[in-house]
T-cell receptor, first 116, second 112 residues
Framework: EAEVAQSPRYKITEKSQAVAFWCDPI?????LYWYRQILGQGPELLVQ????????DSQLPKDRFSAERLKGVDSTLKIQPAELGDSAMYLC??????????????FGEGSRLTVL | QKEVEQNSGPLSVPEGAIASLNCTYS??????FFWYRQYSGKSPELIMF????GDKEDGRFTAQLNKASQYVSLLIRDSQPSDSATYLC????????????FGAGTRLAVHP
């Protein structure tokens, strides 16, 4: 069964360091999402790609976060410098169609970031 | 006001009972609504979606939508301990490219 691949699963870093997360969506899925989920909260959309283009990054802290999907396939989310408040699960998801046609987002297992 | 609001719980129900989970949303233009289940330490997975006012049933799950009241609910009949999880309400918010916005989730605990 096709899955969304993410790495690393766990990352511990010190504040002010740079971190990067990678995501490979399900083959053929044009839409890719990065969500951040702080413990006890729901997923918060950081950035949404349609193919290689960013279509929404309104909640992305652009002073420290960046995201790219250069060839419209896999994607990287970077944080530099990391802050204590960035500790969270970073979830990548993909979908074949834009919502609301199905609304089904397929999530990866996530990358848990701890900033010390 | 948050775009999607849920009671964080925990909602505790005995095995075999009906669990009722509620969600309200602020975007009156929203047309599509989803329920995701998230087990502790795992990623969300889609349970149901609903587009039209009324009820939609799928096995032990029933989604209910009232657009006039901007209210969505999920009923779980014959609750099982394996249903213990966080249930996330998600709403498609329009404007440019549509995006899926999640509520904070309601934690459900089904006890034997």
């Amino acid at each position: 069964e096709a899955e969304v691949a993410q790495s690393p699963r766990y990352k511990i870093t010190e504040k002010s360091q740079a971190v990067a997360f990678w995501c490979d969506p399900i083959s053929g899925h044009a839409t890719l999402y990065w969500y951040r989920q702080i413990l006890g909260q729901g997923p918060e959309l950081l950035v949404q790609f349609q193919d290689e283009s960013v279509v929404d990054d309104s909640q992305l802290p652009k002073d420290r976060f960046s995201a790219e999907r250069l060839k419209g396939v896999d994607s990287t989310l970077k944080i530099q410098p990391a802050e204590l408040g960035d500790s969270a699960m970073y979830l990548c998801a993909s979908s074949f169609l834009l919502p609301p046609n199905t609304g089904e987002l397929f999530f990866g297992e996530g990358s848990r970031l701890t900033v010390l | 006001q948050k775009e999607v609001e849920q009671n964080s719980g925990p909602l505790s129900v005995p095995e075999g009972a009906i669990a009722s989970l509620n969600c309200t949303y602020s975007d009156r233009g929203s047309q599509s609504f989803f329920w995701y289940r998230q087990y502790s330490g795992k990623s969300p997975e889609l349970i149901m979606f609903i587009y039209s006012n009324g009820d939609k049933e799928d096995g032990r799950f029933t989604a209910q939508l009232n657009k006039a009241s901007q209210y969505v609910s999920l009923l779980i009949r014959d609750s099982q301990p394996s249903d213990s999880a966080t249930y996330l309400c998600a709403v498609v918010v329009s404007g440019g490219y549509n995006k899926l916005i999640f509520g904070a989730g309601t934690r459900l605990a089904v006890h034997p």
